[in-house]
C-alpha cells in the first residue's frame, strides 16, 4: 500500500493517482472465475455480436472493482471508504487499456470524520468516459 | 413509472408489471462462504499486488486475523445445481420477453471489514423497476436491488445497491 495520504493534504481539485489497466481477454475470464459471472458477452465472440455487441466487452463489475482499488490503494492504512458508486453507462470492448480515475472534489468534516469527496470513472484511450461514479473516503488527520 | 414513448407489446407490459409485484419484498437469503482462495483470485482479477490480500502472514503482521478481503468483495454464494439461480450467476432478472441483460451500475457501502473464513448472509430487496426507452434497444427494463450482507456473528459488513439492465 501507498504511503499514507493525510486529509490535511489534499485539496479539491487534485486527481488521485490513476490506474493503468489492460483489459485482456484472459483478464476477463480471470474475473468471471473471481464472481462468477460466466455471461457469455464476456468472453464468447459469436455469443457477443449475436446479441447485438460491437466485441465481447469488459464486466461492469469489474470496473467497478477497479474503482474500488483505486481508492483503497489511496486511503492508506489509516484511511477508510465509506463508500463508491458507480453508473455503466457505456460499454468498454475487449483487448484495450483503461484508465482508471479519481478527482476531489470536495474535503469535509462531519461527524468527527474527516471526508473527502471525489468523482470517479474509468476512460477509454481515446477519453472516453463509460463508467461515471462518485465516491467518499474517509482520511486521518495529522496531529 | 412506465413512459409512453416506450413502445412495447402487451406481452412485455405484462411481464414488466409482473417484475413489479416484486418490488419491495426481500428475497430468500443467500448463503456466502468467504475463502482465501476466492480472495486470491479476486485480487488477482482486479490487479492488487498489496501482499495482505494473498499471503496470511503478511496480512497478520498488518493487524488482520485473517486474509481480508479487498472492498466489494462479500464472498462466493454456495453454488448448488439443485436449487437453481442459486450461486449459479442466475438469470438476473432476463427472461423470454426481455432475454440480454446489462449491469447498469454498482454501490458498495463497506461497514465492517470481511475475512477468509467468513460466512456471509446476504438479503436482497428488489428497489424499483422502471420500463425505459432506450436509443440502442428500443426499451429495457432497469432494475434496481439492495443486498445487506451480515457475517456469521449477525454483524452488517456491507451493503451493495446494484442496477440491472435487460432489454
Known sequence: ?143 | MVQQDVQVTDAERAAVEEMKKSVGQAGAPTRYEVTSTDIRLFARAVGYTNPIYYDEAAAKAAGHRALPAPPGLHGRPVFNPANEGRGGGGQGGRNEHFPRGLNGGTEVEPIKQVYAGDVLQGVSTSTGVDLMPSRAYGRIVVRKTETVFTNQDGEVVAKTRGTGISY
Open chain 1, 1 to 143: 500500500m501507498a504511503d499514507q495520504v493525510y486529509w490535511d493534504d489534499v485539496q479539491e481539485g487534485q486527481d488521485i493517482p490513476a490506474l493503468d489497466e489492460e483489459m485482456s481477454s484472459q483478464r476477463l475470464i480471470v474475473w468471471a472465475a473471481a464472481s462468477g459471472d460466466f455471461y457469455q458477452i464476456h468472453y464468447d465472440d459469436n455469443f457477443a455480436k449475436n446479441n447485438r455487441l460491437p466485441d465481447i466487452i469488459v464486466h461492469g463489475a469489474l470496473k467497478g472493482m477497479l474503482i474500488g482499488r483505486l481508492l483503497d490503494e489511496w486511503r492508506g492504512e489509516q484511511g477508510r471508504i465509506v463508500n463508491w458508486g458507480v453508473s455503466y453507462r457505456g460499454m468498454d470492448p475487449a483487448r484495450q487499456n483503461i484508465k482508471v480515475w479519481g478527482k476531489i472534489t470536495k474535503k469535509y468534516e462531519q461527524d468527527g470524520e474527516a471526508l473527502v469527496d471525489l468523482d470517479v470513472g474509468c476512460a477509454q484511450p481515446d477519453g472516453t468516459q463509460t463508467t461515471p461514479g462518485t465516491a467518499t473516503v474517509a482520511l486521518p488527520k495529522r496531529g
